[in-house]
């Protein structure tokens, strides 16, 4: 890691994060991106160096963990059960892969992805859409088809505004019928909700 360097002792020039020290920097001056960005090689530095002990491909990893090959080359920020997935696979522990402590971690299988079982547990296609038509007849108010994102997303959209008692307002029914993604949805959704009852 350029300008960084492992530590047993301090330097009045010195600031530390955890086992590190950047050399002649003040972090106080770092943007918050350029630290995070640090903090995220590091991570991937010692999930990289796990598998290439193990003698593990990362295609083979992927496939075990239940996501794309892509993730491991990204070096981005993993999702929580994407993380879990690789610390069952390789059986090391959280603490290590963040922070670079014990490495040794209890065998477990939690998060252990399960394909059978998923796709056994997963509703049909004609079932979620069942479901939806149900759903976009709200009392006296239907909800259209929105075509940009299809009825499944729909389906969760409609189902998280009625987990927070919004699904009869209009601007929620218009949001529903209009975005273009689960994630614009769930973002608009969620700014009505703050809007109501946060204030």
């Known amino acids: 890691m350029s300008g960084w360097k492992k530590s047993l002792t301090g330097y009045a020039n010195e600031t530390a994060i955890g086992k590190y020290k950047f050399v002649g920097k003040d972090l106080g001056k770092m943007s918050k991106s350029a630290v995070d960005s640090e903090y995220l090689s590091d991570v991937w530095t010692r999930i990289n160096s796990t598998i290439a002990e193990q003698g593990i491909k990362k295609k083979d990893i ?59 547990e997963m509703p049909k296609q004609r079932d979620i859409i069942r479901t939806a038509r149900r759903m976009m007849v709200h009392e006296r108010n239907s909800i259209t088809l929105n075509n940009k994102c299809g009825i499944s997303v729909q389906k969760k959209l409609m189902t998280l505004a009625n987990d927070f008692h919004l699904l009869e307002r209009k601007e929620i029914r218009e949001i529903i ?23």
């Not at 992927?62 to 879990?84: E, H, M, P, Q, V």
């Not at 963040?98 to 299988?109: A, P, Q, R, S």
């Not at 993604?181 to 909700?193: A, C, F, L, P, T």
């Open 62 to 120: 992927a496939k075990r963990c239940g996501f794309d090959r892509k993730i491991l080359s990204s070096y981005s920020n993993l999702s929580l059960t994407y993380f879990a997935r690789i610390c069952e696979e390789l059986n090391v522990s959280a603490d290590f892969f963040l922070f670079g402590l014990d490495k040794v971690k209890e065998k477990t299988n939690k998060a252990r992805y399960s394909p059978e079982k998923y796709y056994k």
């Open 177 to 199: 019928e209009n975005c273009k993604s689960y994630e614009e949805g769930q973002q608009k959704i969620m700014r009505v909700y703050e809007a109501i009852y946060m204030q």
